[in-house]
Antibody
Framework: VQLLESGGGLAQPGGSLRLSCTASGMEFSTFAMSWVRQAPGKGLEWVSAINGNGADTYYADSMKGRFSIFRDNSAGTLHLQMNSLRTDDTAVYYC???????????WGQGTLVIVS | SYELTQPPSVSVSPGQTARITCSGDALPKKYAYWYQQKSGQAPVMVIYEDNKRPSGIPERFSGSSSGTVATLSISGAQVDDEADYYCYSMADSGAHRGVFGAGTKVTVL
């Protein structure tokens, strides 16, 4: 299993950014997926999750209404649309598998988002 | 909002047992999961569903849970086990809310 994030970079407060995660070596549509972030020098924070067919989505309270998770199973990609960005959204964003019995069994290497 | 409480740091001598606790009100009903994160790297799962070890994780890593406290134990700790360790679980609120503990820095010296 390989997960490769992209789309990170510098954004202004109030701006938007879309992150992507490309999966390989797995039957992508059978895995629920998740985003986890880590602010510089801080701990892990669960951001959002989505089930295998994309019908069910979940968000941490601080992201609800600003972030949107979605997936393209035909392309093997997971996305996180981030709007109304704030400086405290600055973090490395990881995508990870979110299987019911083994959440976060596989992780990407992360993509850095800086809001400044 | 739901919180999982971990000690900020644990120190252990090589060969001794390190124990990291994770406290949360929902743990009697929800599984605990544990992740190891070395500096500059993505996290790695070391324990799932309270006490199961993924393939490839050394036997010296074990987990247990009793009441509102889950515990990760590292028996015969090695210098290579120095890392941050995070517990993860779910709130028992009906809504799907995942939560990580704040992390515990394990030092082996």
């Amino acid at each position: 299993v390989q997960l490769l994030e992209s789309g990170g970079g510098l954004a202004q407060p109030g701006g938007s950014l879309r992150l992507s995660c490309t999966a390989s070596g797995m039957e992508f549509s059978t895995f629920a997926m998740s985003w986890v972030r880590q602010a510089p020098g801080k701990g892990l924070e669960w951001v959002s999750a989505i089930n295998g067919n994309g019908a069910d989505t979940y968000y941490a309270d601080s992201m609800k209404g600003r972030f949107s998770i979605f997936r393209d199973n035909s392309a093997g990609t997971l996305h996180l649309q981030m709007n109304s960005l704030r400086t405290d959204d600055t973090a490395v964003y990881y995508c990870a598998t979110y299987d019911g019995s083994e959440p976060f069994a596989f992780w990407g290497q992360g993509t850095l988002v800086i809001v400044s | 909002s739901y919180e999982l409480t971990q000690p900020p740091s644990v120190s252990v001598s090589p060969g001794q047992t390190a124990r990291i606790t994770c406290s949360g009100d929902a743990l009697p009903k929800k599984y605990a999961y544990w992740y190891q994160q070395k500096s500059g790297q993505a996290p790695v799962m070391v324990i799932y569903e309270d006490n199961k070890r993924p393939s490839g994780i050394p036997e010296r890593f074990s987990g247990s849970s009793s009441g509102t406290v889950a515990t990760l134990s590292i028996s015969g700790a090695q210098v290579d086990d120095e890392a941050d360790y995070y517990c993860y679980s779910m709130a028992d609120s009906g809504a799907h809310r995942g939560v990580f503990g704040a992390g515990t820095k394990v030092t082996v010296l």
